[in-house]
């Protein structure tokens, strides 16, 4: 398998975009000025991180990126010493993230790793629900931080308080401060994010592997819905909708709800109707905090959440009244789930010989069920609940700087750096105190421009899925049932990268992540927005899926996604649904066009272009 080199990449400057290098993290970009690193980039292999950035990265919002690169990093290598990988390194190319396992390559180092493994490990497996819910006190705790973080704007002349109380600061400091203590709390909440996670994917993995031991032939699908049919709380925005759509239909208001597209024109419509108040009072209950779930995956600041748009939770309310109209079923098939899963698990039990095997099976699956809440559940805290505060508290620092003419629309502030913010605001605040015109009105607004013509070619810039040298065998357990990256999938990606014509493809291979074969039309979605165009019984085709997409999973029949693995959030609402999925094929978005009939074969992982 051959893959581009990437400081050849690196060297073909988009025309245009000369100088895009200074968007970003000087540590992220491929460089041949240093040797040694010049070589170890080289002899690595790195894969484009659709799964979490299937858009172009904009400058401010690295900030995840950095977050999960150090804290991933940590508890891997320096708290629990995973055995077989250090973390995940990371560099940008285009605005595109590409990442690398690190490998722990010396035998003797990962055999002196394993017992600080097991004890660390396994004290918070041990404790698992205990620290579990001592984390949730955590997360909860920074977000009412967060929620009550005042950025405060610039006053002519400062409150006579200060003077009176002896305060001793100024507003200008408080900004500064602020907004220190803003990213600050982001830094932290993706500190407590990996905290469990990493356990988490180990749990699901230790099994997998002991599970294909026993039975080699063992599809890694069978395997995983032995831990399918578990609630979690990642389902409750969805379910809040569901309620929200049945308490409409018992109120006899669902002809209004389900009668406008705007969220404004059925709130208006409502407040004419004897239970239209009763139901807007159950409409707001349920927003906080079940509607601070993002539109897309949370990670980019255009990842707007249902509470900043309510067109987006009207949609999905809309689609479960016409289900219940239609008198169909609209909860989640569990108990049919459920009793796939024993029938599956009992099956295979039923073929271990070994009593010690079977103990040791059962215990692994024990485990990897414990930890399956919160692999889902940390999500909505982080990615959802966070996240969603997270990017108005920074559009309120935008404000400021709009209003100081440092930039000159509010969502222009995501095309500076974090660390330019903190300059800019230096900036504004000195220039404020000594009554003068902040250096910056003349030098960011033009920056930000052309930084916007450098963001509009890096989307059309089509990022390859891998670049470098790809291993003989990978066997980073993250990398394969998260990303959907391995041996197989390169080679599926290389194939389909030689032929160089889109239209002239007809087979795509991925990840068989739920069994079960369909044919239907084809609906390539990129955005929440997008899937309000789904249509019943379509093939929802997507770079990869969000939580707050659940709803489309009531119409569609099946679902193919270009990255993710077996555990991604695709492939585990499919197999919850019982319908086929596909997942990391790498390039469905760009072959596949919405219109055309696929057929759809989740058992074996390979869509069919029937007709376009």
Request: overall charge negative; proline content about 6%.
């Amino acid at each position: 398998m051959k893959f581009p080199v990437p400081h050849d990449i690196k060297a073909k400057t988009i025309p245009g975009t000369e100088g895009w290098e200074r968007m970003y993290p000087y540590q992220y970009q491929f460089v041949t000025d240093d040797p040694q690193r010049n070589q170890y980039e080289k002899d690595t292999f790195w894969f484009y991180d659709g799964l979490h950035y299937p858009e172009p990265l904009y400058p401010f919002d690295t900030i995840w990126d950095e977050a999960w690169y150090l804290a991933l990093s940590q508890f891997n290598n320096r708290i629990f010493q995973v055995p077989p990988v250090r973390g995940v390194d990371h560099r940008i190319i285009n605005g595109y993230v590409y990442i690398s396992p690190v490998p722990v390559k010396d035998p003797a180092e990962i055999g002196a790793r394993v017992p600080n493994f097991m004890e660390r490990a396994g004290f918070y497996y041990k404790n698992w629900d205990a620290l579990e819910a001592k984390w949730k006190v955590k997360m909860e705790a920074a977000i009412a931080e967060l929620e009550a973080l005042e950025i405060p704007p610039l006053p002519d002349v400062e409150a006579l308080s200060v003077v009176t109380d002896g305060v001793g600061e100024s507003k200008g400091y408080h900004l500064l401060k602020n907004y220190d203590d803003l990213i600050n709390l982001g830094i932290k909440c993706w500190q407590y994010h990996f905290e469990f996670l990493n356990l988490g994917y180990a749990a699901y993995v230790f099994f997998m592997d002991f599970t294909q031991k026993l039975f080699p032939s063992i599809p890694m699908q069978r395997v995983t819905q032995m831990i399918s049919g578990i609630d979690v709380i990642m389902y409750r925005p969805d379910d809040e909708l569901k309620e929200l759509a049945k308490k409409a239909v018992k109120l006899e208001v669902d002809d209004i709800v389900a009668g406008h597209r705007e969220w404004a024109d059925v709130k208006a419509a409502l407040a004419g109707h004897r239970h239209g108040i009763e139901w807007l009072a159950a409409f707001e209950k349920a927003r906080y905090p079940w509607f601070n779930i993002s539109s897309g995956t949370g990670w980019f600041h255009t990842d707007r959440s249902w509470n900043d748009n309510l067109d987006i939770p009207l949609d999905g309310i809309q689609t479960y009244i016409g289900k219940l109209r239609a008198g169909v079923s609209i909860d989640r098939p569990m108990e049919a789930v459920r009793a796939e899963r024993e029938r599956i698990t009992a099956e295979y039990r039923e073929l271990i010989d070994s009593d010690e095997d079977r103990k040791q099976f059962d215990e692994l699956l024990s485990c990897a069920k414990t930890v399956f809440p919160y692999v889902e559940n940390h999500l909505f805290y982080v990615e959802h609940w966070f996240h969603s505060v997270f990017w108005n508290k920074m559009r309120e620092v935008a404000a400021i700087m709009k209003e100081h003419r440092m930039i000159a629309d509010i969502e222009d502030i995501w095309l500076l750096r974090r660390d330019e913010i903190k300059q800019a605001l230096w900036d504004v605040v000195t220039a404020w105190a000594t009554g003068v015109t902040p250096r910056g009105t003349a030098t960011w607004p033009a920056e930000i421009e052309w930084r916007k013509g450098v963001m509009q070619k890096f989307r059309e810039w089509n990022p390859p899925p891998a670049i470098g040298v790809a291993p003989e065998v990978i066997q980073e357990p993250f990398t394969i049932v998260l990303w959907g990256v391995t041996n197989n999938s390169l080679s599926d990606w290389a194939a389909v990268q030689d032929i160089g014509d889109p239209d002239s493809i007809t087979e795509l291979k991925g990840f068989a992540a739920s069994p079960g074969t369909v044919e239907g039309r084809a609906r390539v979605c990129r955005s929440a927005e997008d899937i309000r165009d789904l249509q019943e019984g379509e093939i929802l085709v997507a770079p990869t899926t969000s939580p707050s997409w659940a709803p489309a999973f009531a119409k569609i029949k099946a679902c193919v996604t270009d990255v993710g693995g077996v555990m991604s959030h695709a492939a585990i609402v499919c197999r919850e649904y019982g319908m086929p999925a596909v997942v990391g094929t790498g390039v469905s978005t760009r072959v596949i066009r919405t219109g055309m009939t696929l057929r759809v074969d989740g058992s074996s992982g390979v869509i069919s272009i029937i007709t376009d």
